[in-house]
């Protein structure tokens, strides 16, 4: 079983952002950087398929050259190998990687039986590359699966929605994006960082393309401080909690 | 013209489309909506409701259940046919993947989740990023704009129409479209019978909880709300409750009447998911918190005393 995990790095931001001066990306200087949770259990996913089944995992990311450290660090749990399609560091539109990620998949000696992607990459959150690669690959594919088995050639795969779960099938060669939950990714080992400074990182070059989606800037969301009401300290609050959740009509 | 994809469960309508409708007539007074698969026919009257003249309905042989490729085949051939300026959807993972894979077809762009659109040439967006915590203002380089409308961006208003008129097609599908296949629905993981989507009422608890033992607290006063329970992802990723239960940008997207979050720090992401409910109230020992300002009311104190206090005061006041 040959898989390909795609991921993407991101900044890793927690409670408030920054914008650059020119207003058109996250202020990084004091960020980390990682990889969407979605895009963690892919991997994850990855490892577990390749442990039970035998085969290669492999991992793909369009990005600066920094992001070779994502691949490393996931490289680490367990993967076998890893190419880079490097960028000057601006991002691009997801026409321009998906078609440089099709390129590179093609470019691949390895016939993938299983292609994953996150549900959504954790910054754009375009919902879309996943889906321009299986046309443009002729694969199908199923989204946002949450718990997913490899049988027989099939990929059976589960999806949560409002009103419960959908079962899908699709036979192998098939793209599958998974959601955060579908397992719980595990730490690198010491061993595992170790081996992962000597696999391969492959480095390629793409040719940019004018970006159909293109983005001019970006604004931090208006969040007002709501400027909470503080009820009190402790259980001697709760009185007055009562009275809000009478007021609202939480309590009847 | 406006061309609005509306996604239905077997005929049931899916609300968000509600709100996809009212905000295509924000922006062009023609619209026409557009279903895919039988059953449908029934929206009839709720799309011209919400402003469609005209309700355009794929049906096919093969398309017996949600097959998100054979959509985008047909979205296709009807964008062909009558040549709307634009196509939307909801910002659904449904009208999000139906949508990606008509612009997949016709390899144009796709903006998801849009709080703003303005038609022209380029078409221009704002698009919600990082879970709605950043706006992009985007220009899209099309002449078909494809876009989706993110959740809650606009209430949906109904107007004093009259049932659309139904046109019903049958598109030219491939077997590829049919590929992947559902095979079976299970009903859904509840806490107490309420799922987090549709509850009125969430209890959340993030890290301050402590360890699973804990949520027996939160499931009680949940059940007395008549509401569901909820959590951050610290806690899900801890294994101490099941994955169905987060809430935030990679968990469930809420909006209930009231949303207790009980020691959760405030994280942007855990914030996307939570924003939008209609009262907030913050449990937490941290005054600094910062989940306080997006809070209504807020106790400062630890929830181990302040939820068991708070469960009985509302059964005494309850009587
Ligand atoms: C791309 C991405 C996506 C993510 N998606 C999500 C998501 O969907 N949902 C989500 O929740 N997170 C998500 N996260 C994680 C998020 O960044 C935070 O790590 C997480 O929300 C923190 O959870 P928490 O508030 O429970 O924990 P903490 O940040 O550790 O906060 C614990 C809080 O509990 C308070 N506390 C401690 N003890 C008590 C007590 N006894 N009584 C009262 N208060 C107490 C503390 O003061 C503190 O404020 C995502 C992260 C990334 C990078
Ligand atoms: N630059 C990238 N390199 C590799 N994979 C990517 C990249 N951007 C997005 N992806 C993958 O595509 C998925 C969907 O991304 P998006 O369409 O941006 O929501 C992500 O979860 C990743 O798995």
Known sequence: ??????????????????????????????????????EENAVEAGVQLVEQMGG??????LGPSDAEEQLRSQLAIGATRAVLIETDGQEWDPQGTAAALVDAINGEETKFDLIIFGAES?????????????HALNLPVITNVKSMKIENGVAHCERVVPNGREHYEAPLPAIVTVRDGLNIPRYPSVPGRMQARKKTVDMKKAETRIPKLEKVTLALAPSKDKGAQILGKGAEAVPALVDVLKQIGAIA | MILVLVD??????????????TAARKIDQSIEAVVIGSQAECLAGIVGQYGATTLHVATHAAITDYTPMASGRA???????????????????????????LAAFLDIPMAAECSEITLGSPHHVLRARWGGNLIESANVHAQLLVATIVSFSVEPESVSGAAAKVVAFEPALQPEDFVVKILQRDSGETSGGITLIDAKVIVSGGRGVGGPAGFGNLEELATLLGGAVGCSRVVTSSGWRPHAEQVGQTGTKVAPDLYIAAGISGAMQHIAG???SKTIVVINTD?????????????????????????????QAKG
């Open chain 2, 8 to 21: 239905h469960d077997r005929g049931e309508i899916d609300p968000l489309s509600l709100r996809a409708l």
């Open chain 1, 56 to 61: 290669t995992l492999t991992l793909l990311t």
């Open chain 2, 287 to 315: 005054p600094e918190a910062p989940i306080l300002r997006y809070a209504d009311y807020a106790i400062i104190g630890d929830l181990h005393q302040v939820i068991p206090a708070l469960t009985s005061a509302i059964r």
């Open chain 2, 75 to 101: 979205l296709k051939e009807l964008v062909e046919k009558l040549k709307p300026a634009a196509v939307l959807a909801a910002g659904s993972p449904r009208g999000n993947e139906q949508l990606a894979h």
């Open chain 1, 1 to 38: 079983m040959d898989v390909l995990v795609c991921l993407k790095r991101v900044p890793l931001a927690g409670g408030t952002l920054m914008l650059t001066p020119d207003s058109r990306d996250i202020e990084t200087k004091h960020l980390g950087f990682g990889i969407s949770p979605h």
């Open chain 1, 122 to 134: 954790a910054d754009s959150a375009g919902y879309q590359i996943h889906i321009r690669v299986a």
């Open chain 2, 274 to 276: 939570m924003k939008n």
